[in-house]
């Protein structure tokens, strides 16, 4: 069993440096900890908002390699990236919120990649908060509560027009669709974030460490499907 075990360490630090590359790209785009609106004014400032469609086809890959290795390798999910301000599933928080918003509020075309990296990221995570016994609602409503608040959205709103990114001016549709994106990966997102104890990190690992109104909403999403 020694043997064994051993034998598999050069594979699970392998997967763990692949996983944390990416997380380290990341920073640099979205700030530590990641946050959607730091990565939104990063890079309109530098003038690559169009950037970010390779973002999508890079982060489909890395979700996809993500759901096979943190299945089949679980101990993967607990290994803490080295800084202690940084992990894999805030940085997939950050990157699964940052596609939603440019699918939903962002006025730019429709990206198919943004939308199918949010459907590779809602996969992934939806695979390992199973393994783990995570509840969530596997065919959610586009209506029903996710742990972000209306406020929350507008302010983040408010923080993009600031910085001088164009939204779309149906702010009302904007809120309904991003709802709708989030409301997919929402609860697995804050109960794997629970589950390693991730650090803080806005709309992600805040939502379980240091909001209970948002747990509130988790356990009414958790009830089952609504009428």
Same mark, same amino acid.
């Given at each position: 069993?020694?043997?064994?075990?051993?034998?598999?360490?050069?594979?699970?630090?392998?997967?763990?440096?692949?996983?944390?590359?990416?997380?380290?790209?990341?920073?640099?785009?979205?700030?530590?900890?990641?946050?959607?609106?730091?990565?939104?004014?990063?890079?309109?400032?530098?003038?690559?908002?169009?950037?970010?469609?390779?973002?999508w086809i890079t982060w489909?890959?890395?979700?996809?390699?993500?759901?096979?290795?943190?299945?089949?390798?679980?101990?993967?999910?607990?290994?803490?990236?080295?800084?202690?301000?940084?992990?894999?599933i805030t940085a997939a928080g950050c990157l *699964?919120? &940052?596609?939603?918003?440019?699918?939903?509020?962002?006025?730019?075309?429709?990206?198919?990649?943004?939308?199918?990296?949010?459907?590779?990221?809602?996969?992934?995570?939806?695979?390992?908060?199973?393994?783990?016994?995570?509840?969530?609602?596997?065919?959610?409503?586009?209506?029903?509560? &996710?742990?972000?608040?209306?406020?929350?959205?507008?302010?983040?709103?408010?923080?993009?027009?600031?910085?001088?990114?164009?939204?779309?001016?149906?702010?009302?549709?904007?809120?309904?669709?991003?709802?709708?994106?989030?409301?997919?990966?929402?609860?697995? *997102?804050?109960?794997?974030?629970?589950?390693?104890?991730?650090?803080?990190?806005?709309?992600?690992?805040?939502?379980?460490?240091?909001?209970?109104?948002?747990?509130?909403?988790?356990?009414?999403?958790?009830?089952?499907?609504?009428?």
């Amino acid at each position: 069993m020694l043997a064994l075990l051993i034998s598999y360490l050069p594979s699970i630090y392998a997967v763990f440096s692949r996983r944390e590359v990416h997380v380290a790209q990341l920073s640099a785009r979205a700030g530590t900890p990641p946050a959607p609106v730091d990565l939104f004014v990063r890079v309109h400032r530098i003038g690559r908002l169009e950037e970010l469609e390779d973002i999508w086809i890079t982060w489909q890959y890395w979700f996809a390699e993500l759901e096979e290795t943190h299945t089949s390798l679980a101990s993967l999910v607990f290994l803490r990236s080295p800084r202690h301000d940084r992990s894999w599933i805030t940085a997939a928080g950050c990157l *699964l919120d &940052t596609a939603s918003l440019y699918l939903s509020t962002i006025e730019v075309e429709r990206s198919p990649d943004a939308a199918l990296c949010v459907r590779a990221g809602t996969t992934a995570l939806r695979a390992i908060a199973g393994f783990f016994n995570i509840e969530y609602d596997p065919d959610p409503a586009q209506s029903d509560p &996710t742990s972000i608040a209306r406020e929350e959205f507008d302010d983040a709103c408010r923080q993009l027009e600031e910085a001088g990114i164009p939204l779309k001016p149906d702010r009302d549709q904007a809120w309904i669709d991003f709802n709708g994106w989030r409301v997919n990966y929402d609860a697995p *997102l804050v109960g794997i974030c629970a589950l390693v104890m991730a650090p803080y990190a806005v709309w992600s690992s805040d939502r379980s460490l240091t909001r209970p109104r948002h747990a509130q909403v988790l356990r009414r999403n958790r009830r089952g499907p609504r009428g």
